[in-house]
């Protein structure tokens, strides 16, 4: 755990240094957000609410999804794919630590980087500037932190699956900018799940994206109840023990290639 801990904190404070894109990824950001939210009321067309949300809700809705935009790596992430065209994974395999640990520690590190320079400062923007639900009580606090925590190791697990055909293809990218564009649709990214018909919804709940933003907004939102909030909590976590198995035995048989290739 120590060794974790140095790890991601040596990715924090290499992302902190970056205070150029820093500024820059959060003006975008903040940018890019405001022009949703002028589609969003355009879609209210006055109404004050629409399928459960307030608009209020709804404009609060773009605020928390371009605020973890750099939190989830919600775009693009091929760090994996990159050390293994490049030969790195050979001295990232020497290190005393286990690899999938050690990928899960620098991105630990450049996720919380990415929220404290880019993701609360664009919630304080949007407060500032058009006004924004926060959650009333301590406990919903206690839940959303724990959500969001969640939502990173999902995504965090997911794309460093998405970065392991590199073992075996000389061009893992196409099928990484597939899966990224599948997320950003059945996470809840571009349009809340809740304004799709059902069978897109059902869809989406087949794959790990909804548990990454989804469910963050809904609880974030309060739109949840109690037992719903404790099972989206047990998805999350179900997913994660999947996907990091899943990307365990995958792992294995990529670095057995890689051994008997003379890697």
């Known amino acids: ?43 209210y ?3 004050e609410e629409m399928l ?8 609060t809705y773009t605020a928390i999804t371009q605020a973890v935009i750099g939190y989830l790596s919600a775009f693009s992430w091929y760090d994996v794919a990159n050390t293994v065209y ?33 993701g609360l400062p664009i919630m304080v923007a949007y407060e500032i500037f058009i006004d924004i639900s926060f959650p009333n009580f301590l406990l919903n606090w206690g839940l959303l932190i724990l959500t969001v925590l969640l939502s990173w190791v999902v995504s965090f697990s997911w794309r460093f699956i998405v970065n392991l055909p590199s073992f075996w293809i000389p061009n893992a990218f196409g099928i990484g900018r597939f899966f990224f564009m599948a997320a950003l649709f059945f996470s809840g990214f571009l349009m809340p799940l ?5 069978w897109v919804v059902k869809l989406a709940y087949l794959t790990p994206f ?9 609880i974030y939102l309060g739109v949840l109840s109690p ?3 404790w099972l989206a ?9 999947a996907l990091i198995l899943v990307g365990q035995w995958i792992l294995k048989l990529g670095l057995r290639r890689l051994v008997i290739l003379g890697g």
């Open 1 to 43: 755990m120590r060794l974790f801990i140095e790890i991601a904190m040596r990715a924090f404070r290499l992302q902190m240094s970056y205070r150029a894109a820093a500024i820059a990824g959060l003006l975008t950001n903040f940018f890019f957000g405001i022009l949703r939210a002028v589609v969003l009321i355009a879609l």
């Open 45 to 47: 067309d006055g109404r």
């Open 52 to 59: 459960g949300l307030s608009l209020q809700a709804a404009i």
């Open 86 to 118: 490049s030969g790195e994974i050979g001295s990232d395999l020497l290190k005393p630590i286990n690899f999938y640990s050690y990928w899960m520690a620098r991105d630990f590190g450049r996720a919380m980087a990415a929220l404290l320079t880019r």
């Open 194 to 198: 809740r304004f799709f018909p059902d």
């Open 210 to 218: 909804p548990h990454t933003v989804n469910t963050v907004v809904e």
């Open 227 to 229: 037992v719903e909030i």
């Open 233 to 241: 909590f047990a998805w999350q976590v179900g997913w994660i023990v």
